[in-house]
């Protein structure tokens, strides 16, 4: 998923403090000696870490800011490179190191004031491994989890804000999903499960954008399968919400076009019936 709408978020909530070198302290000698964490006072440590940061080496940052932690575990900068650590490696693309150092982080400050967005990091980081709809959907699922315990825990802040975009969008990609299973259905001529998807993303994705072709996918099967009725229901509740859609159109055709009566139905199984019976008597 794309990452551009997400950056300035996260870049925002840490810039204040977080971001803020230690004062009293220069970068010093710079040295690939950098991540042999030898033991250093905490000035030194952490604007080492935001150099590497800046430097866009965010490995070497992550690894830096988590010796902060680990060195001077009673230090006011540890509680803020455990955050550093995981927005750093979010930036690598190291999304499960991400998801653990936030992880470690509500863990041992449950109740800070960064936990809204520690929540929020952990939820981008499932978010921006979203594959596409031909893919499996577990990590699609962990995303919508995330960012769902987000806004149930801290509704009025703008992570929340931002968590509810999010979320449609992922349905969205959700409901694609069953989508392009019930298609695959269809074109096998698989009724009844193509009907089943169709129905998930009708009556679970109701918000989404692939609910007209559901409908309307749902009118071709139903009529297909030999239920009219039912056939009926689908065109016309497509019709009453969609009603300027290209689907509604297709709908529209197919039911004049392709729908049968109940009595036509009865005739057409009485005929094959009695063509089964004149074969088997030779």
Not at 20 to 41: E, M, Q, V, Y
Not at 98 to 117: C, M, W
Not at 226 to 252: C, D, T
Request: net charge positive.
């Amino acid at each position: 998923m794309p990452r551009l709408a997400t950056r300035p978020i996260l870049i925002a909530a840490l810039a204040a403090a977080v971001f803020a070198p230690l004062s009293g302290c220069a970068h010093g000698n710079k040295k690939k000696a950098d991540t042999k964490f030898i033991a250093r006072d905490v000035d030194t440590l952490y604007n080492l870490a935001r150099d590497r940061l800046d430097k866009k080496q965010y490995k070497v940052a992550a690894q830096l800011f988590d010796e902060v932690e680990r060195q001077h575990p009673y230090s006011i900068w540890a509680r803020r490179a455990e955050l550093m650590s995981a927005y750093s490696y979010y930036l690598g693309r190291s999304y499960n190191d991400s998801i653990q150092s936030a992880q470690r982080f509500l863990s041992i400050h449950p109740g800070n004031r960064d936990a809204p967005y520690a929540y929020y990091l952990i939820a981008i980081d499932y978010y921006e491994q979203i594959n596409d709809v031909t893919r499996d959907q577990k990590i699609t699922q962990q995303a919508l989890d995330a960012l769902g315990e987000l806004v149930r825990r801290y509704p009025n802040t703008k992570y929340a804000a931002d968590a509810r975009l999010k979320i449609d969008l992922v349905n969205d990609h959700l409901a694609g999903k069953e989508m392009e299973i019930g298609r695959f259905y269809q074109r096998r001529g698989e009724w009844l499960a193509s009907i089943i998807r169709f129905r998930v993303v009708v009556d679970k994705y109701q918000t989404t954008t692939h609910v007209p072709e559901a409908l309307e996918r749902l009118t071709e099967s139903y009529l297909a399968l030999g239920v009219p009725a039912e056939a009926q229901k689908a065109a016309a509740v497509l019709g009453n919400n969609y009603p300027g859609s290209k689907w509604y159109g297709r709908a529209f055709n197919l039911m004049h076009k392709k729908a049968p009566t109940e009595g036509e139905i009865k005739d057409k199984k009485s005929r094959i019936d009695r063509k089964h019976k004149k074969l088997m008597k030779g």
